[in-house]
Structures are given as C-alpha cells and as structure tokens.
C-alpha cells in the first residue's frame, strides 16, 4: 500500500483516506497531501518531503494538495518529488500514476472544477471519528484568506452519496461521523435541510459533528435542530477569528462580537452543556491592542472553551497581505497570551 503523509484540515484528513484506498496496490510509493494555509505550513510540507527522500531514497514521492495548487512551481522544482498534481487531479490520482508520470506537474485551474469526488471511503485507519466531506471550495473571500485560490468555488456533495457514505462508515463500526469541507455551512440547496435529512433518515447515527461552523451563516435552522435531535453533539467550532468589529471588517468576515456572543447564549440555552472552540488569529494588519484586548474579552464573554490560536501569516496574492503588518514578534507574543487564556 502506498504510504500516505497528512498535512492540515480535516478534508485533508478525509481525502487521504481516499487516496489510500484508491493505492492500496502500490509499492514504493509515498504521497504528500499538503497545506498551504500560511507560509509556515508551507515550508514545513517542504522540509517532510526532503526528510522522506531521504529515508526513503528509492520511493517514488508524489505531492498533493493546496501548496501543490498554489505553489506548484516550486514543488515542481524540488529534485525529490516525481509527480505535482493539484486539487482537481487528486481525485483521479490513480489515472495520473497509472500514466508512469508522463509530465511532472499536473495543476490545472481549480475554479473550473464542477464536482466533488464521489468515492465511498471504507473506513478510516487509526480513527475512532470518521469525517465524511459533505462541500469543497469557498465563494467568499475573507482578506487573509488563500483557501479558495487552492480550492475553488462552492460546490456540494448531493445528499445521496453523504447518506450512503455514512452508512458505509456505521457499517464500518464508526460512532461519532464529522461532516466537514472547506466551509460547509454553505452546503447547497441548505445544510441545516441537509442535517435534518441525515438524522432523518439514520436515526441510529449515534453522534454527527461538524467541521468550523461560520457563524454568520448559523440561522435558527440549525438552532431548532439541536432541540429535536439528540445525536448531535455537543461540541461547536466556530470561525471567529477577531472579537474586535474593526478587525472583523477588514478581514472581511460577515459576523461581529455581538453576534458571537448571541449564538452561544441562544444555542447554551438550548443545551446547557455545549462547549464552543474557535480559530482567532492574533496580530492581523493593524490590529491595535484595544482591538486584541476585544478578542481577549470575547473569549470571556462567548465563554469559548477551545482556543486555535495562529499569529498572522502574510498570504502573498491577498488583499491583507498588502495591509501595513505588525511584527512578527507582537503577533506571536499576543498568540501566547490567547492560547494561555484558553489553558486557564
């Protein structure tokens, strides 16, 4: 079976599983499914690869992915790497290998992508979670954001095959299932209709979770839900990123602190025993300290329990990027802070 290394999200984490089954036949042959969310997840896709050519120095090495999307060039040009497919071509990876790799790169444009893969995945090795991609692509275009360059616009799993993959997984013995993309409140026709419809129609699915939720996008659709349904869990990972309105708008998200503070009250009153993570980024292009000081007290305010916390990475090819920027050195310090706030 062809070795398979995961970088970043859990749709990264869900492809892989595809990719693995579909090379379950091949030898010597290692597949790097990559990141490219900052610069940092970047070089450090890079220096795995490097670090695989050398321990394995007669393997074939084949990199995937969004940095294989974004920066396919300078993968291409590693010595180490024998094939670069992009995102589109990942879901035919088989076709591309079977070609004896007739031309190194194979990144096409991602935005002409109109489809999902629609492989049913058997299982998911080493996992007591199984996820399960329900959408692909971003249609929106936060600031700092170098996701939907490597993913494409918005396209949707039809329910059929969500239905029928779930069911291969509980088959499979898997519990707790994670519906997750790249941002899948924006699943299409509705993706509270969609919950509705799971739950509906599997009512011995013992738990569904979900990827990061946007909260803009979360509605009393969903809301409701969570008072009908049982099986679904109590765990909330929200986008959120700043708790300052200033920030929020530059960034270009469609939510404010207020209604942060809103969906937690309403969804804990609810369900008292909900617990809520969130993604913030610290040190955002000219993020003052009253604007971090705000982020500091939403997380008080929300009564967030789980803190990603990420110092601001410049994207080159983004509106941020072009911002005037903060040091480095204050981004990560006010990084500490928040991920200390979050341990206490």
Known sequence: MAEVITFGCRINAYESEVIKEKLKNYDKLIVVNTCAVTGEAERQCRQAIRKLKRENPDADIIVTGCAAQINASKITDMPEVTL?????????????????????????????????????????????????????????????????????????????????????????GFK?????????????????????????????????????????????????????????????????????????????????????????????????????????????????DEAFENTCKLVAEAELNKLHVFPYSERSGTPAAEMTQIPMEKRRYRAAILRQLSEE
């Open 84 to 172: 670069v497919l992009g995102n589109k071509e990942k879901k035919e990876i088989e076709k591309y290998i079977d070609g004896i790799f007739a031309d190194k790169k194979q990144v096409s444009d991602i935005f002409a992508d109109d489809n999902c893969d629609d492989y049913i995945i058997t299982g998911f090795e080493g996992r007591q979670k199984a996820f399960v991609q329900i959408q692909q692509g971003c249609n929106h275009r936060c600031t700092y954001c170098i996701v939907p360059y490597a993913r494409g616009r918005n396209r949707s799993v039809p329910e059929e095959l969500i239905i029928k993959q779930i069911r291969e997984l509980l088959n499979a």
């Open 176 to 288: 707790d299932i994670c519906l997750t993309g790249v941002d899948i409140c924006s699943y299409e026709p509705s993706f509270p209709d969609l919950v509705k419809h799971i739950l509906e129609q599997i009512p011995e699915l013992p738990v569904l979770n979900f990827g990061s939720l946007d909260p803009a996008a979360i509605d009393d659709n969903f809301i409701n839900l969570l008072q009908k349904y049982n099986n679904i869990g109590n765990y909330f990972h929200l986008s959120i990123q700043s708790g300052d309105n200033n920030v929020l708008r530059k960034m270009g998200r469609r939510h404010n602190r207020e209604k942060i503070i809103e969906l937690c009250k309403k969804i804990r009153q609810i369900r008292p025993q909900t617990r809520f993570g969130a993604d913030f980024i610290c040190g955002f292009p000219n993020e003052t």
